[in-house]
């Protein structure tokens, strides 16, 4: 997978599935409209000013609340490249590996608007901003391999007729 480079949005602990999409907005799967409300419980202005390859930062227990893929579909189409965070729900971590968008669990000093270099092969964070260099478990390559095909389903629609 290539090389993940990008700012810094910085949040705190229990950042609930509520909070990164509110439920008034799941009348629809459409991840534009999800998108368009992404994050709008703790940042109002977050999808309008979120960029293309940005990364979450965050504390505990990210992505904890209901079960709702529309979570991390609603982050990834927003444009972020990846989520950093001490800690996950375990029903968000899944459904983000399995739509394609890169969960790290790691405790890294990062602030807002900080630029962050993430090689999720090697398993190496470089804070560009204060020369920070921080070690991750390496992903290993199949999980690689998901993120790449961009979520499980389309892995498997890859692979299914190639012999393992």
């Known amino acids: 997978m ?19 999409i ?6 629809t799967f459409n991840p534009d409209d999800l998108a368009a409300h992404v994050m709008e419980g703790v940042d109002p202005e977050f999808s309008k000013n979120v960029e293309k390859g940005d ?17 991390p579909v609603a982050i990834k189409h927003a444009g972020v490249a990846a989520v ?8 968000f971590y899944r459904n983000a590996i399995n739509i394609g968008l890169p969960v790290i669990v790691a405790e890294i000093n990062a602030d807002k608007d900080d630029i962050l270099r993430i090689d999720l092969s ?3 964070i ?3 901003t204060t020369d920070e260099t921080f070690k991750i478990e390496p992903f290993k390559k199949f999980m690689l391999n998901i993120l790449e095909d961009g979520g499980l389903v389309n892995h498997y629609l890859k692979t299914k007729d190639k012999k393992v």
């Open 55 to 71: 990364i979450i930062v965050a504390d505990e227990n990210f992505g904890c609340g209901s079960s709702r893929e529309q979570a």
């Open 126 to 128: 470089q804070n560009l």
């Open 122 to 124: 090697k398993g190496i």
């Open 2 to 20: 290539k090389e993940i480079k990008g700012k810094v949005w910085r949040f705190g602990d229990n950042i609930d599935t509520d909070v990164i």
């Open 84 to 91: 950093i965070a001490r800690s996950f729900a375990r029903i």
């Open 22 to 27: 509110p439920g008034r907005h799941l009348r």
